[in-house]
């Protein structure tokens, strides 16, 4: 995945592109002249293609300044430029995955994504920290906080607390029409305590063990995720352990701490290393953690064994469920689900590449409408909280809210817990439409048995 061209690609670049490692050692990553260097070259290319346009706004943003700039030409932009694009990147992976027809192995070796990354890791090498971002990236710190006085914290978070949603916008820059998320006093971790027992008539019965992966965001906001997991997975007979050493550091990767995230990364691969020994398959329940654990630590810690253990045997719930299907068959009971279901592809589900198998999983509910909108919600995770940026998250969000209301379903789910909620409050604030209910798809598979 990772070796230098040793043959020039053939006509069109038909061959599968790979990324190249996160060099995040070498003191040459963080050298920001070097970086920018790299910004007018790959941006250049982007110029001459313009292919990117509609995915998010970051493009819009480089092709502007391009087109205003003195020259008209790359030659015309500078670092205030390159700032305000990178500002605007929620490394969704899109770009790379759906559009560019430049990405490795071409010889133009395009990456905007991880250049962006690398840009940030620069700027932070040289002091330049957004104190906000940093704060919120602290979900472990903020859940263990925020669970002995739960109904306090979200109270003061509401967004009809008014006055002190204010102050927060004033204060800490956190965006005052932003539905945050709510924190639970008992976790997914408290209420799994005690694994459920694997049906014994179950398909799957002595034959499949599942360590799931909680990620931060279930464990502390959204525990019925993991329980619903846990419940399909027994129905089928799957031995179930909730596991939660850490987050995956995705909100630390995105403010480009990349230390950080090579630090949760070995420490998480070696939590799970005994449940792999035990013969344990390792399921994460949203999609952002997913991808960290398949494709952005093997690509930071490229030599280390443990980790790519664990991303050959890492699996998203909905693929988990799949397999489980096509491999043993599922245990009967499906029943439908009244008003149909629309499946937000979420991009860091897609950047898995892996098809929308959460989609694929919900066509296994007899007599249920599915629908399928792809386009990106514009969240990103803290680029969607912080005010700063909250109008870009809106911007970019619109057009899926818009798909999202003309499917005319009664629920709506995506892999990604955070454009779920961030598409409802779209669609009830923006396109006069009244918000679906809103679940994982996990949560609504268990509805259509019955455990949920």
Known sequence: MSEDIKS??????????FRRPILWQDPDYYDLAKVEAELQRQFDVCHTCRRCFNLCDSF??????????????????????????????????????????????????????????????AKRRIGEKEFVREQLGKTDRNGKLAKPVAGLANWASARKNTPLRGLLDAIAGIDA?????????????????????????????????????ATCFVDYNEPDTAVAAAKVLALQGVEVKLVYPECC??????????????????????????????GYDVVALTASCGL???????????????????????????????????????TPGLQPIPGGLTVHHACHARAQNMGAKSAEMLRL??????????????????????KDTADVARKVGRTAAKQVTAKGNETLCSDCPLACKHLGQLMASETAAVAPAQAHPIEIFARAYGVA
């Not at 990349?258 to 939590?271: F, T």
């Not at 509910?365 to 386009?375: F, G, L, Q, S």
């Open 365 to 386: 509910i007899p007599d249920t409408k599915i629908d399928v909108v792809e386009r990106c919600s514009g969240h990103g995770g803290t680029f969607g909280v912080l």
């Open 8 to 17: 020039p690609p053939r006509e069109g670049s038909l061959d599968a592109p």
């Open 292 to 330: 960290m654990m398949k494709f952005e630590w093997p690509l930071m810690l490229p030599e280390d064994a443990t980790v790519a253990r664990l991303s050959a045997a890492t699996r998203d719930i909905s693929q988990y469920v799949v397999e489980l299907s096509k491999t043993f068959g599922l």
């Open 177 to 213: 029409e932003v539905e945050l998320p709510k924190y639970h006093s008992k976790t997914a971790s408290d209420r799994l305590k005690s694994p459920l027992a694997p049906n014994p008539d179950g398909p799957a019965f002595g034959q499949r063990k599942v360590a799931l992966y």
């Open 60 to 121: 819009p943003r480089m092709f502007d300044a391009i087109d205003e700039g003195p020259t008209g030409e790359v030659d015309g932009i500078g670092p205030k430029d390159h700032a305000h694009v990178a500002e605007a990147c929620t490394l969704c992976d899109m770009c790379f995955l759906t559009k560019c027809p430049y990405v490795p192995p071409h010889p133009f070796d395009i990456d905007i994504p991880h250049l962006i990354l690398r840009y940030r890791a």
């Open 249 to 278: 550091g995705m909100p630390q990767l995105e403010a480009g701490d990349l230390a950080d995230v090579a630090g949760k990364a070995r420490r998480v691969a070696a939590a799970f290393a005994t449940y792999l020994d035990d």
